[in-house]
């Protein structure tokens, strides 16, 4: 019951980590990735990524600007091209 | 033959600039380390963004294509982008560039076809407005930050794409130095602008989604594209700016050092010269009392 999640931005690798649900604010609205999503890519709005590490647990949340979302068999990548903090 | 004076005055001057260049090369291996980890940094957000582009390229080619994967159908205004370093002290990494960015002018221009620059860094102007007179119409200072990062890839491609989607060319080419070692850098030809389709087909294994579009998709990786290969040039531009640097201030310290050597012996020398030419003096003195 592991995501594999990975936020990029042209300067470095900011996560690179298993988790249980990330919630990814998409052009058309915001959608959830869990472990064996379809394959799926949207552009991503500035907003927030809400990070799940375990179920239930407080999202630990990661402002980013300006990209897109890929989900694959490998997992979750956001390619960002500004993250806060 | 020089005086002591002047011998010892020249010896302190090659000195001085032995130490000028030691700590130049000093600063310089620092900074690379950091420049060649900032490009470390940089390759999996390229690939990554290859990769998509690379599997979304395939689907929407034809004439659908955005512009800027497409481009204008014509082939004869040619944008020459580049990317020269702000500072000197750096050998021939700058006039190598200047040399290719010269050479590729020179086949558009036989092949009939018209070319301008945009130079990126400060130091291809002077020798390149001296043989295209009048063709430079746009630059990019990046002297006044410290070290050039994303956002100023970004300004220089907005304003590329801005140039491109004014009509004011057709095909723009990236000029940029490639560090393969603190001993080579090679100056690369690429083209930027339309986005040259990238050779690995999509994977084309499972049934993607794409939201909104994939046209809409492209059309938004396209300038992102651009800005991270601007990005890319950057970061290898101050990589082998401070390898080059370093190998230059090496020789250049080296150098100094045998001068020193040579200029010592050449002192001694005379010195003793000067003693013998006394001591005779004062020993034909004495014996002519």
């Known amino acids: 019951m592991a995501l594999h999640f990975e936020l990029v931005t042209p300067a470095r690798l900011v996560r690179s980590q298993d988790v249980h649900m990330v919630v990814v604010p998409g052009t058309e609205g915001e959608f959830g990735v869990l472990e064996g999503h379809a394959p799926f890519m949207s552009t991503i709005r500035d907003g927030a990524v809400q990070v799940y590490a375990r179920e239930g647990a407080a999202p630990e949340v990661i402002e980013v600007r300006g990209g897109f979302a890929e989900v694959s068999e490998a997992g979750l990548t956001i390619l960002a091209e500004h993250v806060e903090g | 033959m020089p005086s002591l004076k002047e011998l010892k005055g020249r010896i302190n001057s090659v000195k001085s600039t032995q130490k000028i260049t030691k700590a130049k090369q000093m600063v310089s291996a620092a900074k690379l380390r950091r420049a060649q980890a900032a490009a470390e940094a940089a390759r999996p957000y390229a690939a990554r963004l290859t990769a998509v582009m690379a599997s979304l390229a395939a689907k929407v080619a034809g004439d659908s294509a955005p512009r800027l994967l497409a481009g204008t159908g014509a082939d004869q205004r040619h944008l020459l982008v580049v990317v020269n370093t702000d500072k000197g002290l750096c050998g021939g990494l700058n006039s190598n560039l200047v040399k290719a960015a010269k050479a590729k002018a020179q086949e558009l221009q036989a092949a009939g ?16 407005s001296r043989e295209f007179p009048g ?70 294994d499972a049934v993607v989604e794409y939201e909104p579009g994939e046209e809409e998709i492209l059309a938004e990786l396209l300038p992102r594209y651009v800005r991270t290969r601007l990005f890319g040039a950057l970061l290898e531009r101050e990589a082998s700016e401070q390898g080059a640097s370093m190998t230059a201030m090496d020789n250049a310290t080296r150098n100094a050092g045998e001068l ?29 009392l």
């Open chain 2, 113 to 128: 076809k018209q070319v301008t620059f945009f130079l990126v860094g400060k130091k291809g102007r002077a020798p390149l």
């Open chain 2, 260 to 288: 020193i050597n040579k200029l010592t012996i050449q002192y001694n020398r005379s010195r003793q010269a000067a003693i013998t030419t006394e001591l005779i003096e004062i020993i034909a003195g004495a014996e002519a």
């Open chain 2, 135 to 204: 063709l430079i119409t746009g630059g990019f200072d990046t002297s006044t930050v410290k070290t050039p990062g994303f956002a100023e890839a970004e300004a220089i491609a907005n304003e590329l794409i801005g140039l491109f989607e004014a009509g004011r060319f057709d095909v723009a080419h990236l000029i940029f130095p490639v560090f393969k070692s603190a001993l080579a850098q090679e100056p690369t030809v690429t083209q930027l602008i339309p986005v040259p389709a990238p050779a690995e087909a999509g994977k084309g």
